[in-house]
Nanobody, 125 residues
Framework: QVHLMESGGGSVQAGGSLKLSCRVS????????MGWFRQVPGKEREVVAG???????HYRDSVKDRFTISHDSTFNNLLLKMDSLKPEDTGMYYC???????????????????WGQGTQVTVSS
């Protein structure tokens, strides 16, 4: 069975926007520390943003003020709204939890699992 599923990626021009969604079926997203991550082939998976049960958020410097992570409590989804996209934002985006209720920021990608199939984001110049 699929426990989480990322969606919402696509191809956009620089400066465009996308909203990613992570549907979770086996736990309540607002009760745990969750994160969005991205990966480019040949490089380590990197943290994009995190959010915990207290609603606290944290972002990597390169996306601060452009991305917003939030809970969609109605449908138990984790969201990532991305504005003013840049080519360097290109990558496969994943969501996951580290099993804790409160995040210790900055979070480490190695603590999060399992990973879904991801959703591809491609930003063209």
């Amino acid at each position: 069975q699929v426990h989480l599923m990322e969606s919402g990626g696509g191809s956009v021009q620089a400066g465009g926007s996308l909203k990613l969604s992570c549907r979770v079926s086996v736990y309540t997203v607002s009760r745990v520390c969750m994160g969005w991550f991205r990966q480019v082939p040949g490089k380590e998976r990197e943290v994009v943003a995190g959010i915990d049960s207290l609603g606290r958020t944290h972002y990597r410097d390169s996306v601060k003020d452009r991305f917003t992570i939030s809970h969609d409590s109605t449908f138990n989804n984790l969201l990532l709204k991305m504005d003013s996209l840049k080519p360097e934002d290109t990558g496969m985006y994943y969501c996951a939890t580290n099993g804790r209720s409160i995040c210790w920021f900055p979070v480490r990608a190695s603590e999060f699992n399992p990973w879904g199939q991801g959703t591809q984001v491609t930003v063209s110049s």
